[in-house]
């Protein structure tokens, strides 16, 4: 299995397509493995030129433990690492959530190594937008379980809440969420991943120094980061352009993909 060396720590990758194509780096949320891009997912972006790289943030997945207090520029620095183990110069950066913001972390702190940024369902940090509701806050902080039935339940629960209202398959839910148990149980690194997401604090200073391509996405129906997240994203970054999705939510089913897709596609041929 192909993992790199950052410092201490292992971080476990695996790339699709052609490594001569434009580089795409998916980063992902909060507590999520690799896997929550799926490999069709990936293919779709293979489809439309990219090389696609997906890994396991440090806590999640097959990645080592982060050491207690890492920062979300840690967690950038994971993306350096793995684009130096694979010899690349340059990416273009797609995260969702937590992923959005080590991305536009990852943007402001190596801008050299940056070719795009693409936000997705994140915010900049500051306190007056991208609130969650109260329901999906209380759900967000409810801690994991070891249980496979029960992370099972927890993971269906939070899709009732914050997922997109229209496209939930709860029985394609229930398998992946099995998937993502059987592969790593590990909930104690995502108070780790928490931490460093609440000490970032706000961003916006510095994205308003920003001069990579920038590309901001939000669903209209997202409950845990409210789409007042993105829009601010938006405004503050130079020229950046912002997509509204109708009946998205904090998550990305395949009835969205093409939606995905199709838009960072034009990103780039925009650029």
């Not at 149980?185 to 391509?213: H, I, M, N, W, Y």
């Not at 590309?215 to 938006?234: E, F, M, N, P, Q």
């Not at 503050?236 to 838009?263: C, K, S």
Request: proline share 4%.
């Amino acid at each position: 299995m192909p993992y790199v060396n950052n410092g201490d720590l292992s971080i476990y990758f695996e790339t699709f397509g052609d490594i001569a194509q434009p580089t795409l780096v998916l980063i992902n949320g909060l507590s999520n493995q690799c896997i929550a891009y799926r490999s069709e997912f990936c293919e779709l972006f293979v489809g439309a030129g990219f090389h696609v790289v997906r890994f396991d943030n440090r806590d999640v997945g097959f990645s080592s433990d982060g050491p207690i207090g890492y920062s979300i520029k840690d967690m950038a620095s994971d993306v350096v690492a793995i684009l130096d183990q694979l010899q690349i110069a340059t990416a273009h950066v797609f995260g969702v959530s937590l992923g959005g913001m080590i991305a536009q972390t990852f943007a402001i702190e190596f801008p050299d190594r940056c070719s795009s940024l693409i936000s997705v369902m994140s915010t900049t940090g500051d306190s007056d937008v991208g609130r969650p509701t109260t329901e999906a806050r209380d759900l967000l902080m409810t801690p994991g379980s070891t249980d496979r039935n029960m992370a099972i339940e927890l993971h269906l629960a939070g899709k009732r809440v914050w997922g997109s209202p229209a496209h939930l398959d709860e029985s394609l839910e229930r398998q992946f969420a099995g998937e993502v148990f059987d592969r790593a149980c590990r909930p104690t690194g995502v108070g780790r991943q928490f931490q460093a997401s609440r000490a970032d604090r706000s961003r916006t200073e510095r994205l308003r120094g920003l001069k990579v391509p920038t590309l901001v996405i939000h669903g209209d129906c997202d409950t845990l980061i409210d789409i007042s997240g993105g829009r601010r994203t938006a405004e503050v970054i130079p020229n950046a352009r912002f997509i509204e999705i109708a009946g998205m939510g904090h998550d990305y089913p395949q009835y969205f993909w093409p939606n995905l897709v199709t838009a960072v596609q034009e990103h780039r041929r925009n650029i």
